[in-house]
């Protein structure tokens, strides 16, 4: 506690109907063994687990400690000091993304919807409402409520969308603050509505001095949770994280007046526009109000923010190695190691020499905040700020420099010669790593690490040993002249093929199967256009998804095509940065789901990247195969490989809410490959 930088106090739901006396909360604030006569560095948790959630702190002098809850009282509520917070509804530690709707279609069955009871309200609401005229000359009422029921009533009445307004609950309304719109219904029937529903009205409550209320709140998680985009009525609320978040690129809010606007301005938005905001809400959602540890986790990383703290990095797989023996040094393979007309660059013959580290491990600074800003082309990210900074809004949202990728840009020196001969760019020493996957195939695996003998730009190999079966004691493994790091896995797993190991020390990672079979020059052009493209998956074999009208549901696709929506992770480069959101931040569904079919982490890797960086894949070079001839049969041999892809595909789709695969005709290759194309494929591709 001496060395504490923030103390947390928790308060829980009162059980006794009656409200305890300010006084009486005060004193048990003030007995606090650390509460130092004012509660400075004190942090006063407030969690509504529903819509009547009393706000208990109300005229309780808290001194200099912070209030986070859902219900504030302008007089209450300290800007910059205090957190408003989202509702803690869930306790589950992931949600189930299997009972949340699709975010396509775009539009839904119900324009808007709207549920709520206000008795206060009910008395007037048939009475005409007054006139714009009549307000700007001073006789504006206290209470808009009876204008925003007129009007909607009429929008229903008029039938020139479907909307679905009710001003009386059928049921017993929850019980609300004074003029609060009292939630209608159980839970359960509530988000069956909205599923149908492309927005979802909130009006905030009558009393303009009540900035938010946990009904309010209610109603905003329940909207995001399945995907109707909030629209809320009364622009003196402040949301959850209003100061960190950038509430108007998943919420629209219009002042009370405007009302009658709203029928108009609704039906004026693009799909383009419906879905960005409906993304970015599900993003909202998912990564800061879903679960308890989200909602925890977000006030926390908020008061660290705010004290410019960098937050704690995500670590590093701890690597388990394997000792082994090394042989004589391997030869090499005149065919595997010819790079042709290809020019590498200067290749180092010295000692083997440190690639620069992954060292980027703190906050951004401002000039990464505007240059993301203002640069960044995609849409919305699901993931936040990892490994550098796991909750920070406003930098979680696109992919750019500061996210620990270096700027994409050529080499130093144009094109032509000069190009070749600065293979590095902006990082000449950077180098990559290859993680080899493979499983009690001793042979296949000694023939493939000979093959790496004499690779330029080679860092490191690390051998993910996927069997629980050690190697033969007398293995003698093959001397390439650099580290081969053989790591011992917890469990058969194809997920540890995208473990961030600690032995990784670039940013570089090339996945490649045991039994792949490329040549040096084909890995060295891969690793080329990767450090052109360096947010983006590039590799050798292209694959696609499609629509299968007849069942309504995604394909997944290897047969020869000009288009492509993913590469194979067989044999492909990749940022270590998708490592850790693989790992870590990426749903847990999808990776148990990789466990139970020993399939598709291919696929899952793929979908994470598209996602993130609204991108396709770059294919590089002629290649649909990269297997070694006679090696033994892989897992993708079996029969029920592919059912299962297509399995795969459609439960990801699921976990996404939308198909994040783009495709693309794109195919990088170099004129100096000689590649013989036939003449019915040459429109299929693009050159460099």
């Known amino acids: 506690a001496n060395n504490a930088c923030i103390y947390v106090v928790l308060m829980g739901e009162m059980q006794e109907p009656v409200m305890p006396k300010p006084t009486e909360l005060e004193e048990q604030l003030h007995s606090l063994p650390y509460w130092r006569t004012d509660g400075h560095n004190h942090l006063i948790i407030n969690l509504s687990r529903k819509s009547e959630t009393q706000n208990y702190l109300y005229n309780v002098s808290t001194g200099r400690a912070m209030i986070a809850q859902s219900t504030f009282y302008d007089s209450q509520y300290r800007p910059g000091f205090d957190i408003v917070v989202s509702p803690l509804v869930h306790a589950m530690s992931e949600p189930n993304f299997l009972e949340i709707p699709p975010q396509v279609p775009v539009k839904r069955k119900y324009l808007f919807s709207f549920q709520g009871e206000k008795i206060e309200s009910l008395h007037s609401s048939l009475q005409e409402a007054r006139s714009f005229e009549e307000e700007i000359e001073g006789n504006a009422p206290a209470d808009y409520d009876d204008r925003i029921i007129a009007t909607l009533k009429a929008v229903q009445d008029s039938k020139l969308d479907f909307v679905m307004v009710e001003f009386t609950c059928k049921n017993q309304a929850k019980p609300s603050l004074p003029t609060e719109w009292a939630l209608c219904g159980e839970r359960d029937d509530r988000l069956e509505l909205l599923k149908q529903s492309t927005f979802a009205l909130i009006i905030t409550p009558g009393d303009s001095q009540l900035i938010i209320s946990a009904g309010s709140a209610m109603r905003l998680f329940e909207a995001l949770e399945v995907g109707a985009i909030p629209v809320i009525l009364g622009e003196q609320v402040q949301l959850p994280y209003h100061d960190t978040i950038r509430w ?94 290809l020019d590498l660059g200067p290749v180092e013959t010295e000692p083997p020499y440190a690639s620069p580290k992954y060292l980027r491990n703190f906050t951004l600074t401002a000039a990464d905040i505007y240059r993301n800003w203002n640069t960044a082309p995609g849409p919305f990210h699901l993931y936040p700020h990892t490994p550098f900074d796991p909750l920070l809004p406003s930098e979680a949202k696109f992919l750019g420099s500061g996210t620990g990728f270096r700027p994409i840009g050529g080499g130093a020196g144009g094109s032509g010669k000069e190009f070749q001969a600065a293979l590095g760019g902006n990082v000449p020493r950077e180098q990559f790593t290859v993680v080899m996957l493979t499983y009690e195939r001793e042979e296949v695996l000694m023939n493939s690490l000979e093959r790496l003998n004499g690779l330029p730009y080679l860092n490191k190999v690390v051998v993910v040993w996927n069997s629980p ?96 929506s993913m590469v194979l992770t067989g044999a492909a480069f990749f940022h270590k940065y998708y490592a850790y959101l693989y790992s870590y931040v990426m749903p847990q569904a999808i990776r148990d789901m990789v466990d139970e079919y020993i399939n598709c982490e291919d696929i899952a890797m793929n979908f994470l990247v598209s996602h993130i960086t609204r991108k396709p894949p770059i294919k590089v070079t002629s290649r649909w195969t990269f297997r070694c001839p006679g090696c033994p049969q892989a897992l993708s041999h079996d029969d029920s490989h592919f059912h299962e892809r297509h399995k795969c595909i459609n439960f990801f789709v699921k976990v996404y809410g939308y198909m994040p695969l783009l495709y693309t005709q794109f195919r990088v290759d170099s004129v100096l490959f000689k590649t013989r194309l036939p003449h019915d494929k040459t429109k299929c591709f693009k050159f460099i």
């Open 248 to 341: 108007n690129e998943a919420v629209l809010i219009l002042p009370k007046p405007r009302v009658t606007e709203v029928h108009f301005l609704l039906r004026s938005i693009s799909d383009n526009d419906l879905l960005s905001l409906r993304r970015q809400g599900r993003f909202l959602w998912e990564t800061y109000f879903s679960t308890s540890d989200t909602v925890f986790n977000t006030i926390l990383a908020t008061i660290r923010t705010r004290l410019q703290i960098p937050a704690a990095p995500i670590k590093d797989e701890p690597a388990v190695e394997i000792p082994h023996r090394s042989g004589k040094a391997a030869g090499t393979d005149p065919n595997m190691a010819d790079n042709g007309d």
């Open 469 to 564: 079966k050690l190697p033969s004691e007398d293995l003698l493994w093959p001397d390439i002249g650099l580290p081969i790091v053989i790591v011992r896995t917890e469990k058969n797993s194809l997920n540890n093929r995208f473990l961030p190991w600690d032995q990784i020390e670039t940013e570089a990672v090339l996945s490649i199967d045991d039994d792949a079979h490329l040549r040096h020059d084909e890995i060295m052009f891969g690793f080329r256009v990767w450090r052109e493209a360096r947010d983006r998956i590039v590799g050798f074999p292209g694959r696609y998804h499609a629509w299968d009208i007849s069942h309504r549901s995604w394909l997944y696709n290897s047969n020869y095509s000009c288009e492509l």
